[in-house]
């Protein structure tokens, strides 16, 4: 059984960091893993992907609006995924979820493990 637990929300200004982690429970190392994020009235949305195999069109994969200023990482010998993420902006506003998938990653309906999520405000 799949278990993730996300820390690092916050508020911070805008341009500030913020470093959100994923504490990953049972064997994911060859699971895809990536993060997501859902603001109020919207539809929920991937921020950046890590994908062991590549089997879904790249290794590392980030939203446009992201890229630039996010960086996913992942450390297996502490079972956590990392998000870095830089020069926020009030548009970054959302509850980010962490989540994994074995096998194809690319839709929200892909992945059939979630965190709970943390809640990132951007003022």
């Known amino acids: 059984q799949v278990q993730l637990v996300e820390s690092g929300g916050g508020s911070v200004q805008a341009g500030g960091t913020l470093r959100l982690s994923c504490v990953v429970s049972?064997?994911?190392?060859?699971?895809?893993m990536a993060w997501f994020r859902q603001a109020p009235g919207k539809e929920r949305e991937g921020v950046a992907r890590f994908d062991v195999d590549g089997v879904s069109g790249g290794r590392i994969q980030y939203a446009d609006s992201v890229k630039g200023r996010f960086t996913i990482s992942r450390d297996n010998a502490k079972n956590t995924l990392y998000l870095e993420m830089n020069n926020l902006k009030p548009e970054d506003t959302a509850m980010y979820y962490c989540?994994?998938?074995?096998?194809?990653?690319?839709?929200?309906?892909?992945?059939?493990?979630w965190g709970q999520g943390t809640q990132v405000t951007v003022s």
């Open positions: 049972g064997r994911t190392s060859n699971y895809c």
């Open positions: 989540a994994a998938a074995l096998g194809r990653c690319v839709k929200v309906a892909d992945f059939g493990y």
